[in-house]
């Protein structure tokens, strides 16, 4: 299997530009996470679907910031207008969610995004 | 508020000692709970996890944890420490639908 896959590896924007990033799942599960990480702030859960449906947002920072998962592989998270504060590695992580819940993430290599 | 902590931000080890990187919880319910190291440039990878049993949990490459209810704490541990074990480890609690990661933990292992 490839893992969960996550473009672009690095972003360099300008601030006020809008950003997507992209991540696919890993076939077969069902659970999607958006992370990001910051020396300031270490690692952040963002938003969280199961099932193509978002169970947990309290993470997005404010409305600049938009997740979405258009079918069951694939979600993209983006940044409108993004601005300097925002430089960060966003990870994407997938996970086959059971009733128990007791399931670990595979975590992509994440998505290096400077904001100039 | 429910919360992880991981008090100490680096640990050193020499190479063959035992290691122990410390995690405590704070939650409501039965969490489950998780062990992630993150290597340079990459994404976390799963170590380990405990959901109920035995409070000894064992995992890839040779880490353990062990949970303990009554001081709320999950601390990882290895017998005898590699200089490749050298990494940022994260320990994480899930309650519920919510996920809860620490603040991470850097590990160094001299030769």
């Known amino acids: 299997d490839a893992g969960v896959i996550q473009s672009p590896r690095h972003e360099v924007t300008e601030m006020g530009q809008e950003v997507t990033l992209r991540c696919k799942l890993i076939s077969g599960h069902n659970s999607l996470f958006w992370y990001r990480q910051t020396m300031m702030r270490g690692l952040e859960l963002l938003i969280y679907f199961n099932n193509n449906v978002p169970i947990d947002d309290s993470g997005m920072p404010e409305d600049r910031f938009s997740a979405k998962m258009p079918n069951a592989s694939f979600s993209t998270l983006k940044i409108q207008p993004s601005e300097p504060r925002d430089s960060a590695v966003y990870f994407c992580?997938?996970?086959?969610?059971?009733?128990?819940?007791?399931?670990?993430?595979?975590f992509g290599p994440g998505t290096r995004l400077t904001v100039t | 508020a429910q919360s992880v902590a991981q008090p100490e931000d680096q640990v050193n080890v020499a190479e063959g000692n035992p290691l122990t990187v410390k995690c405590t919880y704070s939650?409501?319910?039965?969490?489950?709970l998780f062990w992630y190291v993150q290597y340079p440039n990459r994404g976390l990878q799963f170590l380990l996890k405990y959901i109920t049993g035995d409070n000894l949990v064992k995992g890839s490459y040779g880490f353990e944890a062990e949970f303990n209810k009554s001081q709320t704490s999950f601390h990882l541990k290895k017998p005898s420490a590699l200089v490749s074990d050298s990494a940022l480890y994260f320990c994480a609690v899930r309650v519920l639908v919510r996920y809860i990661f620490g603040t991470g933990t850097r590990l160094k292992v001299l030769a």
């Open positions: 992580a997938s996970s086959l969610s059971t009733s128990g819940g007791a399931d670990e993430q595979y």
């Open positions: 939650v409501s319910g039965n969490p489950y």
